[in-house]
């Protein structure tokens, strides 16, 4: 069934998707990608790109509302989801932004908007000043710009010393990813941190750290003349909202704060974070040539 048909679990049950027009795995020279791919291959293409202990599955409460006019193209970056984890790989951000363009390489992508969650929003933006030419626009959702505006404390990822956590271990985890009272995380996200090994669990966080510490993501974006949205869930738990105005340090960039919802409006209210989304890929994305 063609997932812009399909249904998903949009609500505390989980967010089981229907099965994607394409899912494969693309063979790269440091490990194997899982992609999905979904909607028209003539549409204009939105990378979508995952969050820290997460994948693509992320994504799939909104992909039904992205498919209809764009070829929608998720991947599990290396260490996460379905990709290959291996002990000796690189989780540095820049490698990971590597491999990501490979994947466009491979797909025959030329131009695509890049739209990323949380610490996902480093690899876009290294994915940006790597390869300008490939990414026409950049649309970070949650993603905080400096290490300044970071809320949650270190000790509640860094602290897990057993693997896999327990339940209890990953609902707390988990839990400042959303601000509604009571929110059951949907399974299928605490299970892409059980299938990560203890060692790409840490790699991957400290990764997106030495990123931010290096140089905050408004300083990168401004030199690159890329367009930008920001969307912000205004009751994030993980990173203080009003920090997303330093996005405005980038000209021009479209900055859109929404009440009531927290660090991952993509599953708290996915047709609510589709409307700036769709508003502005209709804006910068490139239609394919025939």
């Given at each position: 069934m063609n997932v812009s048909d399909g249904s998903y679990a949009n609500d505390d049950a989980g967010v089981a998707e229907a099965s994607p027009v394409s899912a494969s795995s693309l063979s790269l020279e440091d490990g194997d990608i899982h992609v999905c791919q979904d909607g028209p291959r003539d549409a204009p293409a939105l990378l979508l790109i995952h969050g820290s202990a997460s994948s693509g599955r992320s994504w799939a409460p909104m992909v039904r509302l992205l498919s209809g006019s764009h070829h929608v193209i998720r991947i599990d970056l290396l260490g996460h989801g379905r990709s290959a984890k291996p002990a000796d790989g690189s989780y540095a951000i820049p490698d990971q932004a590597r491999r990501a363009a490979a994947v466009l390489d491979r797909l025959g992508i030329e131009h695509a908007v890049v739209v990323a969650h949380s610490s996902g929003g480093t690899v876009a933006t290294a994915l940006a000043e790597q390869r300008s030419e490939l990414v026409t626009a950049l649309a970070l959702v949650n993603t905080g710009p400096s290490l300044a505006a970071y809320l949650a404390p270190d000790s509640a990822a860094t602290g897990i010393l057993q693997w896999p956590p327990t339940d209890e271990q990953?609902?707390?985890?988990?839990?400042?990813?959303?601000?509604?009272?009571?929110?059951?995380?949907?399974?299928?996200?605490?299970?892409?941190?059980?299938?990560?090994?203890?060692?790409?669990?840490?790699?991957?966080m400290q990764a997106t750290r030495s990123y931010l510490e290096q140089r905050p993501l408004p300083d990168r974006l401004a030199v690159l003349g890329k367009p930008l949205l920001v969307i912000f869930g205004a009751d994030d738990r993980r990173w203080r909202s009003s920090a997303a105005g330093e996005y405005r340090a980038v000209a021009g960039a479209e900055v859109e704060l929404?009440?009531?919802?927290?660090?991952?409006?993509?599953?708290?209210?996915?047709?609510?974070t589709a409307v700036p989304?769709?508003?502005?890929?209709?804006?910068?994305?490139?239609?394919?040539?025939?």
């Open positions: 990953l609902r707390e985890l988990a839990s400042t990813g959303f601000s509604r009272p009571g929110y059951q995380v949907p399974e299928e996200l605490l299970d892409d941190v059980r299938s990560m090994t203890h060692h790409t669990f840490l790699a991957t929404l009440p009531g919802l927290g660090h991952s409006p993509l599953l708290e209210d996915p047709p609510r989304l769709l508003a502005y890929t209709a804006k910068h994305a490139v239609p394919v040539e025939r």
